[in-house]
Every structure is written in structure tokens, then in C-alpha cells.
């Protein structure tokens, strides 16, 4: 039976603006009649997946532009991936390429990935790319020539990123290719009822102080417990990632330690709100998963008191259906019980 790790986390945010809306405030779902302060999962798996805890070299590259890093592979002779990587100084690998040559060869491979848009080299959808399926375009560009339709056999189905493998893949004109993703991740909400505030500031001219302020402006924000709520399907996972166990529970113990310990980047420089978990709780089992957002219907005031009422719809879920996971871990820094070594052994 599938093997489910479901993962709910506490985090106390202060006064920020970690994920904005279109207007640039911060964004809000309403919840149990009020207000919330939301992180959307795009903007957490992100933070997540760039954060220092997953290795780069496991990790896929997100582009619309890969493209123009072939052309200008080709017209340098460099490699694709030093080039991605932004190597300080990238190998000569190949030799260099004149512009209209390099160009039909770029736009052939870009288009084995997706279609291309109208008189350029950009692939219309986002692609999701392994790091050996850039190894894959390296050795066909280090031929020189137009691909083939055996050389264009670029696209890889197992043993792929480990952040593909978690967060998964779709690509419209090659679905055998889609990867699905063993991980479920929550919009992030505020256990507490939330108002947007406003920050009006200035800024004060150090050489023309004379004069008062030189700039006049507002920020919003807001500040409150944040509820995350995971869901990892770790027998897809290990799939995903062409049956390498050690290899995804590497990528597993990254992914708790983003999750407790990364927030998104948004207007960090301003409110320096960066914060670790204060609660954590693991589970694991081959029941069918369910979220614990319920418990906070009712709006909570204290951490502690978010602490107790998680737990409370825990053990009431528990009570009225039966065991819903095999085992439990805790960690709570509040009480000091727990600690992110005894997490990381429950996956």
C-alpha cells in the first residue's frame, strides 16, 4: 500500500509581506468567516526548491528561455549547462558556431520541449528541465549539425530531478513525459484573524536634509501564524526518482528542512521576517491523507493555543475514524519537546 507522509507546520511570521498579490499587498483568503494572511504553495515550493537545502546538482531548471541558452551555447562554444549555471569562467567545449547556423539547431531542440513562439526561440509553455536532459542537449550540440530525429530523443521519463519528482511536470506536447507530483503542498494560512495594514514611510536625502523627506510611500502588510500543510506520497516519489530510495530520502530530509526553516522572499529586505518552525508535526501511514485546517475554523490567538487545538482535531479525527496515520512525531520549540533530528527519522 502507498506510504504517506503528511506534514503540518506552525510558523510565526512577524510584521511582512512574504507573497503579494497583483496590487503588491499581501495575500488573504477568507476562512471560518474572517480574514486570513495566504501564501499561495507556488510561491512556497519555489522558496523551497531554491532554497540552500536542496542540491543543485539534483535539481531541474525552470525556463521558458532554454532556447536562447542553446544559441548562445553554440555561438560561444561553451557548455549549456556552465552557461545555466552562470560559470564565472565557462570551458571552451566546442567551437564557435556562426549565428545562422546556430540558430535552426537551437530552435529544433527547443522545440522537441514545447512550441516555440512565432519567429523566436522561447517556448510558449514553461518547461521543467532534468539536469540530464541539459547533459542530453550538451552532446547533441557538441555535434554541430542539425539533429536528427534520434538525436531529438531528449526527454526523460525515470530518474529524473529531484525537485521534478516532487513538485512534478507537465508538458502539453509530450504527456508521456508528464511527471506526477508526490508532493501536495497548501495554500499557507493565519490560524488568527488577520487585518492588512499600511506603512507610510519616507525617505530622507543625506546630502539635501534641509528639505524633509525626498520620497514619500506605503507599504502593506500583515503578521500571524501561519498553518502549512504538506502532503508527501513517498512510494511515488521513489518512483519518480527511477526506484533510488537513498536519493529520496536525501531529497526528503531537504524538503523538511526548507519547510521548517525557508520562507518566501518577498519584501525581506524591508521586514527582515525571516522565521523556523515553532511546531511541527509528522505523520505517517497508508491511511488516506487529510488536511488539519479544519481545527482552525474558529479563529486562535495564541500559539499555544494553536498547538493545542491541532492536536485536539488530530486525536478527534483519530477517534471517529480510527487511527489515521501508523506514527506520529512532534516537535514543539515552545515546550522544548521534540527536536528535527527525531522528524527526520520518522521518514
Not at 510584521?15 to 495575500?27: A, I, Q
Not at 528541465?129 to 526523460?156: H, Y
Request: with cysteine; glycine share 6%; aromatic share 8%.
Amino acid at each position: 500500500m502507498t506510504e504517506f507522509i503528511q506534514v503540518h507546520i506552525l510558523t510565526s511570521y512577524p510584521p511582512s509581506n512574504l507573497n503579494r498579490d497583483d496590487l503588491g499587498r499581501p495575500k488573504t483568503a477568507a476562512f471560518g468567516g474572517s480574514q486570513r494572511l495566504r501564501i499561495s504553495s507556488q510561491s512556497l515550493k519555489r522558496a523551497w526548491r531554491t532554497s540552500e537545502f536542496f542540491d543543485a546538482a539534483n535539481n531541474g531548471v525552470r525556463t521558458k528561455g532554454m532556447g536562447t541558452y542553446v544559441f548562445n551555447a553554440l555561438t560561444t562554444g561553451h557548455s549549456l549547462m556552465d552557461l545555466i549555471n552562470e560559470v564565472a569562467e565557462p570551458e571552451q567545449c566546442n567551437p564557435v558556431m556562426a549565428e545562422e547556423a546556430a540558430e535552426p539547431i537551437a530552435r529544433a531542440i527547443a522545440g522537441e520541449f514545447g512550441k516555440l513562439k512565432k519567429n523566436g526561440l522561447e517556448i510558449e509553455q514553461i518547461v521543467f528541465f532534468s539536469p540530464n536532459e541539459i547533459r542530453n542537449i550538451d552532446a547533441v550540440m557538441a555535434k554541430q549539425a542539425e539533429p536528427t530525429a534520434d538525436d531529438l530523443k531528449l526527454l526523460i521519463k525515470d530518474e529524473t530531478a529531484v525537485d521534478i519528482a516532487m513538485f512534478g511536470r507537465m508538458l502539453a506536447a509530450h504527456t508521456d513525459f508528464n511527471v506526477e507530483a508526490a508532493v501536495q503542498v497548501a495554500h499557507a494560512i493565519t490560524v488568527n484573524k488577520t487585518v492588512v495594514e499600511n506603512d507610510f514611510f519616507t525617505a530622507v536625502d543625506d546630502l539635501n536634509c534641509g528639505d524633509g523627506a525626498s520620497h514619500l510611500g506605503e507599504s502593506e502588510y500583515g503578521s500571524g501564524v501561519f498553518y502549512i500543510y504538506a502532503c508527501i506520497n513517498k512510494d511515488l516519489l521513489v518512483s519518480n526518482l527511477g526506484g533510488n530510495l537513498e536519493l529520496a530520502n536525501v531529497a526528503l530530509r531537504g524538503l523538511l528542512e526548507a519547510v521548517t526553516k525557508v520562507a518566501p522572499s518577498g519584501k525581506q529586505a524591508s521586514f527582515a521576517s525571516r522565521a523556523y518552525a515553532s511546531y511541527a508535526m509528522i505523520e505517517t501511514g497508508t491511511q488516506q491523507p487529510r488536511s488539519l485546517s479544519v481545527a482552525f475554523l474558529q479563529p486562535t490567538n495564541s500559539l499555544e493555543a494553536s498547538i493545542a487545538v491541532l492536536r485536539n482535531t488530530r486525536d478527534r479525527f483519530n477517534s471517529a475514524y480510527g487511527a489515521c496515520s501508523d506514527n506520529v512525531v512532534e516537535m514543539n520549540v515552545l515546550t522544548g519537546e521534540g527536536s528535527f533530528d527525531e522528524l527526520i527519522s520518522n521518514i
